[in-house]
């Protein structure tokens, strides 16, 4: 990474967090819904009955990282999806594809910021979420948590690219949004083990990336999982990744040369 990108890179996140600082009364309203959410989590694991244990698991534990995580990976693609339809209705889209700086690369930039409080956000939601309904978390391995993590964000990070590809191209990037918001989170056990769907089902939900990393972040964060045990997990993850993220980067590529041969670039 060049010093030119490191000013770029510098230069956006002390904009954004001037911005975050502007308007903090948004930290104190966000941190509300969250705790309404995981006290909603709470008496609804309390109502189901401690007899309920979802692969031999808490309910209300594994309703945290499902749903925790979930978030983080749909706000991820969205913020991919935003920072090109923002550019597009400020009409700035047009001036920053003819800069110098690859037009990957200004995604990238465009993003970082939310993509860093969206992992802070998360970090607090699990674990505060954990410790304040007082559930224990022992002999976590880190390693395994970071690699099942990174992964993710980058599957997470093609499926956005993806998306602001679709929406540079005919502007409907917001259908792979609502796929992940109204589909994959059914198949995909945020909410409840996916041993629980019909087979057809569950041969699909094996399909979807986003259940490989909840089944691999609840093992590592909530039993304790050693890197060897997550190392199926992983390597599917990984195999997704290499996949997914050049494919959506190639198709970002393509449909920007596409929109300035035609045209179309601020359309939206």
Request: aromatic content about 10%; overall charge positive; glycine content about 8%.
């Amino acid at each position: 990474m060049n010093l030119l990108l490191l000013n770029k890179l510098a230069a956006i996140l002390k904009r954004d967090l001037l911005t975050a600082i502007r308007y903090r009364r948004g930290f104190l309203l966000t941190a509300i819904g969250a705790l309404a959410q995981l006290a909603t989590f709470h008496y609804l694991s309390r109502a189901v009955g401690s007899g309920y244990r979802p692969e031999g698991m808490s309910y209300f534990p594994f309703l945290v990282v499902g749903s925790g995580f979930y978030a983080f990976l749909v706000m991820t693609i969205s913020a991919c999806l935003q920072t090109i339809q923002d550019a597009q209705q400020n009409g700035t889209l047009e001036v920053l594809m003819i800069s110098s700086t690859p037009a990957p690369v200004l995604l990238f930039l465009g993003m970082v910021s939310v993509l860093a409080a969206n992992t802070l956000q998360l970090g607090v939601y699990v674990e505060g979420g954990l410790l304040l309904f007082r559930f224990p978390v022992h002999n976590v391995d880190i390693a395994a948590c970071v690699a099942l993590f990174t992964l993710s964000a980058l599957i997470a990070i093609a499926f956005g690219v993806l998306a602001a590809a679709l929406q540079l191209s005919i502007q409907k990037g917001s259908a792979v949004l609502w796929l992940f918001g109204s589909g994959a989170w059914f198949m995909s056990g945020t909410l409840f083990p996916v041993a629980t769907l019909p087979k057809p089902l569950r041969l699909i939900s094996e399909a979807i990336p986003i259940t490989h990393s909840l089944n691999g972040l609840r093992l590592a964060l909530l039993e304790g999982a050693s890197f060897k045990r997550l190392l199926p997990e992983i390597n599917l993850l990984a195999l997704f990744a290499v996949t997914l993220f050049p494919l959506g980067m190639l198709a970002f590529s393509f449909a920007i040369r596409r929109a300035r041969q035609l045209g179309t670039l601020s359309f939206y």
